[in-house]
């Protein structure tokens, strides 16, 4: 299982299918929005790394210094494209788990699955912060 505390030790890590085989680097791990736990990653996949593709972490564990996820290179490869980097929006989680044939998704869901790593941490906690000080000030003046 990965798990979010172990999650800076894996950003550039090789990703391996089910039968061994290489997939290719991580790139982005997205954290659900509800649990807060890693479950999706983009993999670079295609000629010279130049395509991301989404898999999810369910059931990954690491092996060593890499990752091992339970579906094959030509699944991930296969994954419909999303455009990495963003917030995945619930549709865009239900296309995934839909075709990984999983349960779950963002249907119904406030967001679903947001970018993480220390830098996006650090900034969306900042960009919360600076939100609650603005709500503070707006209330502070209708006094």
Do not use: C
Not at 35 to 41: K, V
Not at 48 to 63: C, K, Q, R
Not at 118 to 136: N, Q, T
Request: charged content about 30%; proline content about 5%.
């Amino acid at each position: 299982m990965i798990d979010k505390e172990s999650l800076d030790r894996f950003y550039g890590a090789i990703v391996y299918d089910s039968s061994g085989d290489k997939i290719g680097k991580i790139g982005t791990v997205y954290l659900d929005d509800n649990t807060d736990e890693p479950t999706f990653a983009t993999v670079s996949t295609g000629l010279f790394g130049t395509s991301e593709s989404f898999v999810p972490l369910l059931d990954a564990h690491p092996d060593g210094g890499d990752i091992r996820v339970e579906f094959t290179k030509d699944q991930v490869k296969g994954a419909p494209r999303v455009e990495a980097g963003r917030d995945l929006t619930p549709a865009e989680e239900d296309r995934l788990y839909e075709y990984y044939q999983l349960n779950g998704g963002g249907t119904g869901t406030a967001g679903s699955a947001r970018p993480a790593g220390p830098a996006l941490e650090a900034e969306r906690a900042e960009r919360v912060e600076r939100a609650r000080l603005r709500r503070h000030d707006h209330r502070a003046g209708d006094d």
